[in-house]
């Protein structure tokens, strides 16, 4: 081993000592796990991933649509129906005694 | 001799080619692992940061430049990923050993047999190797054992070079210091 820790050269015998130390095991396992991972990425095409995105997609739109046309069918009619019309309200305020009252004072 | 540089290869990666992408895997996963496992001291978790890494370049294969080597982009990502991963480790399960168990089993070397003075050489080495910050493992393993240079490992890490050899000189002295009773013997 080279004494001078601060040196530029190689420690040869460290190094071997490091490499055999770290050198980590199951190297063909290791590689067919990787490249099993990239062969499955790489047979993903785009259009693959489009149509995982369109599947959930088209089942939401689907439902705002439904949710949307009960709104305008049920809700919106329902609104209408039980409101009350302007003439009715007209006539509960005493509107036209004061309507009758002004045009008097105006002649 | 490599007939297909790695270039050639991580350009045929970047086209789409997954069996390219697997031969630079296949000449890279050695050094890609060690280098992971010098950051992290647990070789699965190693592994895992390995996998992320090769993964992430795969993905990013087509921001290599090809002008330039292959190995240290790869290595970059590699230390990145295992030195993010040491960081954010809360347990460092992999690494019970301490200083005083480390004194306990020199003290016991039982005399010639070479197996379990190797066996112990390797523990010796082991608690060593966990008392250092992980970047300095990472410093020390690609200057000594996988032989890059000051320069390379800095841009590797993103430190200056002076910080490299900084790191590297420190986990010398430590290693050195903590095998120096069996490499006398030899």
Known sequence: MIGNAFDHERDAELGALLRDHLGPAGH??????????????AATSPFDVLGSWLRPGLAAAAVVAMAAGWWLTTGVSHEVASS??????FASS???DYMLATSVEGR | ???VTDTDLAQRAAAGDPEAFGALVER???TVRRVARAALGDP????DAAQDAF????????SY?????FGPWILRIAANRALDRGRKRKVRASEPLTEERAESTAGNLPGPDRETERSLLRERLDVALAALPPRQRVAVTMFDAEGYSHGEIAEVLGVPEGTVRSDVFHARRALRGALAMYRGGE
């Open chain 1, 94 to 96: 005493g509107g036209s």
């Open chain 2, 1 to 3: 001799m490599q007939t």
């Open chain 1, 28 to 41: 063909g396992a290791f590689v067919a796990r990787i490249r099993a991972e990239v062969a499955r990425d």
């Open chain 2, 55 to 62: 993964l992430s370049a795969w993905t990013n294969v087509g």
């Open chain 2, 44 to 47: 699965d978790e190693a592994d």
């Open chain 2, 65 to 69: 430049d090809p002008t330039r080597p």
């Open chain 1, 84 to 89: 009350t019309t302007p003439v009715e309200i």
């Open chain 2, 28 to 30: 890279w996963a050695p």
